[in-house]
């Protein structure tokens, strides 16, 4: 019987079946092969692991390197360098970096060798340019560097995750740290933050360039004791006040790192508040580092007597979302496990942060996916490039601050003056702070100003008035210029936690006095020359009461920048026309300020609450031209709580010289059922005019920004009701006012 052709397909399948199962076998087979090829920049092909496989989830892919490690790599993952050499994962170290990458300095940063690296004003000094911009453009320098170093074969050294910024407020000048923080206002501070934060981690939409681990978290702004304090307020400063700079930070600028502070608040140590886990994770969404400060997990039981022991103190401090300690930890976490008060999923869970930021770094995936990973490879180190030098004399010419030129002393003609008397201890040198690299040049003040007049002008140097030096040579001058301020490391290097006078300050010491004692120094140069200009190198505020009511030409720029000397000239002839404004208010004397330890800001701290009149108020700083304000308007008649209005105004140069003004915005609230401070800084710009030339600015105020924490049901509230916005030159110097009405 013959066959039909229908029997005879049927007989065919399950041949044809089996064909096409061992090619579909052998296909998904190579995919899964290929797929799970570890790349390194050393061996592009080598094992296979799961988390190499970059088609998977982040989570899944941390899951799985947690799976595979041992306990003991686990604990050594806890540390500050994530690597596990046994599944090929090499992660990266911190590196210090408020100013500039840190690889050298007076701590001797750079392991195993020092390296150079531009370095720029204390941070500080960043603030006072008021320009997120170029402080964007200050990190990416400082982040290119720290991988140049960190990838270079003739480096090799460093890392990629950056302690900076200093996050905190300046909320007193006494405090011995204020030169590394941007100033007392939050909204100013987080603005810059951001900027910082945006810079260090790059453009790329999934890797950073570096991670931005911020510090100190928080309310830390006293020195003296602070392994033993608890700075004490209430919620609504921690929403409004002190965390605000932080809380930009994870939110606007993505940082996803940062250190706890040694401090308590309201008496629990932040190295186990529970606001780490509540507010920062589950709040803003950070899901990467969080990490003690150096000893903070021992100080819990010799210090602050909060733990009875190491191994209690261990299990605290992870539990409360600590995922790397800066402290001898390894016996105490192993303590804490042989005791049963910590689990190993508990440290999965703190270790899951430390990887989610190696990733980010892309220091898990093929080098050829990551854009930075080609650097380190160029022929010229980054730091002598003219890109970096430029970047470093612009940050330090934008953060000089005029703060007086009686009779326009200033800027000085070179046409005219032919013998200048350059005074005083911080002329012919550069300090550099404990948290500095180590620059790859120096330009001091005397040779900055030396430089730029040249040959032709005689330029004589006194350091002080031993034998009536600086008197005879102020004398015998047509000007004198006097630079005093204090030593960033408190005039003695070598003994920690020591300074040589009352007013000098650093870290674990907080300042006693706002008094300059070099002011005995300004008056006899200023009796001995009427022509005298101060030069105020300090990373704090000074109650130089004297020399403002006498000296008819003051200028203030903070340590640190390797281009010290030659930003400064270009201000005092005129080569740049300064506009660094002030970011924290200087005091007339220590009776305006309240205790140190009083952290209740509402009692007389900050321009919001200030009592009385300073010396120079926030924002304050003057210019070589002048400028008008005029015309201020709005692009809708009420403020939606939800949404955002325009507020526009016309800015004229009405002097006779290009200039920068920075333009201010305040609120005050009218109505409120809360306390408010006097006003409150809610955008700023800085702006270029030429002479005669007119510029319509436009800053955008959000709703959001007028909210209060709402202690009853424990959000931000934004209420209705008048608010008059207030633009001008600095927090003392209203120009132009208009009320406008927020509706819910």
């Not at 590196?95 to 690889?103: K, N, Y």
């Not at 305006?592 to 108020?617: A, C, N, S, V, W």
Request: net charge neutral; with cysteine; glycine share 8%.
């Amino acid at each position: 019987m013959p066959v039909s052709k229908r029997t005879t397909r049927l007989r065919l399948c399950p041949a044809l079946l089996l064909l096409l199962l061992l090619l579909v076998l052998s296909f998904a087979n190579a995919i899964t092969t290929a797929s799970m090829v570890h790349h390194t920049a050393d061996d592009p092909q080598t094992t296979q692991y799961p988390f190499q496989n970059l088609s998977l989830p982040i989570e899944e892919r941390i899951n799985n390197i947690l799976s595979l490690m041992t306990l003991d790599e686990k604990i050594a993952c806890l540390g500050t360098n994530p690597s596990v050499p046994r599944l090929g994962i090499k992660g990266s170290g911190h590196v210090e970096g408020i100013h500039g990458l840190a690889q050298g300095g007076p701590a001797k940063w750079g392991r195993p060798a020092t390296i150079p690296t531009t370095t720029f004003p204390q941070g500080i000094g960043l603030g006072e340019t008021w320009d997120p911009e170029l402080l964007r453009q200050v990190a990416a320098v400082e982040a290119r560097e720290a991988r140049y170093i960190f990838q270079s074969s003739k480096y090799h050294q460093g890392g990629i995750v950056v302690r900076s910024p200093n996050a905190d407020l300046g909320r007193d000048p006494r405090w011995g740290r204020t030169e590394e923080c941007y100033g007392e206002d939050p909204y100013f501070n987080g603005t810059m933050v951001v900027a910082f934060v945006k810079g260090l981690q790059g453009d790329d939409p999934k890797y950073w360039q570096a991670a931005s681990l911020m510090k100190h978290f928080l309310a830390n702004s006293n020195e003296n004791d602070r392994d033993k304090t608890s700075s004490d307020f209430d919620e609504r400063l921690f929403h409004e006040y002190y965390s605000v700079p932080f809380r930009m930070g994870v939110i606007e600028g993505g940082s996803r790192a940062f250190m706890a502070s040694y401090n308590s608040m309201n008496g629990v140590p932040m190295t186990v508040n529970p606001v780490l886990e509540n507010v920062t994770r589950k709040e803003w969404g950070q899901d990467g580092i969080i990490c003690t400060d150096a000893g903070a997990m021992r100080n819990l039981v010799t210090s602050q007597k909060y733990a009875p022991d190491f191994s209690h103190a261990a299990a605290l401090s992870v539990k409360a979302g600590i995922g790397q300690f800066l402290d001898r930890y390894p016996d105490a976490v192993r303590g804490a496990l042989k005791n049963n008060l910590l689990t190993e999923a508990e440290i999965d869970r703190a270790l899951k942060g430390n990887f989610r930021v190696m990733i980010r770094l892309g220091l898990l995936d093929p080098p050829s996916l990551v854009p930075y990973s080609t650097i380190g490879s160029e022929a010229q180190d980054p730091w002598l490039s003219e890109k970096h030098k430029a970047v470093a004399r612009l940050a330090t010419q934008e953060s000089v601050v005029l703060l007086k030129n009686s009779k326009n002393l200033l800027p000085l003609n070179k046409k005219t003056v032919k013998s200048i008397a350059v005074i005083g201890p911080r002329a012919s040198e550069v300090l550099l702070d404990w948290y500095s690299g180590t620059p790859p040049y120096k330009v001091t003040p005397l040779e900055g100003i030396k430089n730029s007049v040249g040959p032709d002008v005689q330029v004589g140097f006194a350091a002080n008035n031993d034998e009536d030096a600086a008197v005879k040579l102020a004398r015998r001058s047509d000007v004198a210029i006097v630079c005093v301020g204090n030593h960033p490391n408190g005039a003695n290097d070598t003994n920690w936690g020591k300074v040589s006078v009352p007013s000098e300050g650093r870290e674990a010491v907080d300042r006693q006095s706002l008094t300059l004692e070099q002011e005995e120094l300004i008056k006899q140069v200023y009796q001995a020359n009427p022509k005298t200009v101060v030069v105020l190198v300090s990373s704090f505020p000074y109650a130089i009461n004297w020399t403002q009511a006498n000296v008819p030409a003051i200028v203030h720029l903070a340590l640190n920048s390797q281009e010290e000397g030659r930003a400064l000239a270009d201000v005092i002839f005129g080569d740049y026309n300064p506009a660094g404004r002030l970011v924290q208010t200087w005091p007339r004397s220590l009776d305006q300020l309240p205790p140190m330890m009083d952290y209740d800001i509402r009692h007389g701290r900050t321009y919001m609450y200030f009592k009385g009149e300073p010396l120079y108020p926030f924002g304050y700083g003057l210019s070589y031209t002048t400028f008008s304000y005029s015309n201020l308007r709005t692009n809708a008649r009420s403020l939606p709580s939800t949404g955002s209005m325009r507020v526009s105004f016309d800015l004229r140069n009405t002097g006779s010289r290009s200039g920068e003004e920075v333009v201010q915005l305040y609120v005050k609230h009218l109505h409120s059922s809360v306390e408010r401070p006097e006003k409150e800084l809610k955008g700023f710009k800085r702006i270029a005019l030429r002479p005669g030339e007119t510029s319509t600015v436009t800053l955008e105020l959000k709703g959001e920004q007028l909210a209060h924490w709402d202690t009853s049901h424990h959000k931000f509230v934004v209420e209705s009701g008048p608010v008059q916005l207030l633009i001008g030159s600095s927090s003392a110097n209203d120009k132009l006012k208009k009320i406008v009405e927020v509706v819910n």
